[in-house]
């Protein structure tokens, strides 16, 4: 049961990580954000795409390239991102000196899985073929899935269903900022509309 306990997990890798320095550090201001001490990016940049990765709690599949070239630590398997959050939490107070401090662990899945398998394939010397890929791929799935079950119970399924929701954290609200009050109109709008619906179920 242990393999399907994700909180277990993440706060085991966080535990005996905890003096190791981040694989990157991303900082939260209200008009912008960076990265590693880096250039500053805006909310609606496309580079924001990595803030839904880190909110989903998944490697980011676009950036893996990059992160690769830039040698950032990989913590089994995983990266840990720490986030240092200095917008304060209404829009009238100022910025804080002291940032919110929160690390979070990004898991791996199957797409960013088969990116690092290109990506060890054209570091090789001699490329390798398709065949060679999907038995280092299958290999790679067979050592890290969790066990088969081929004998099915219903009632250990709903326990190991169970025990997903209650263990896999919930994803936190949108690291982005809101861009204009037209936004915030839209989501009020689309709050009345779900209301609406849960009342007729």
Known sequence: MAVYNTSRFVDGLLKSHENSPPSFTVKLYREHWTLNNGSKFLYNNQIA????????????????????QAKLPFYEGCLIVELLDYRPSKSSEPELEQPEKTRLVLTPNDESLWTDICLMSQKSNKPWS??????????LLLTTAPPLCLDPDVHLTRIVNATQRATTPPAPPSLKRKASAMNQEADEIEKARRLKITQFM
């Open 49 to 68: 795409s990595l803030l839904d990765d880190i909110r989903t709690r998944r490697i980011p599949v676009d950036f893996l390239e990059l992160f690769d």
């Open 130 to 139: 398709d065949a060679h890929a999907l038995e280092l791929e299958a290999r």
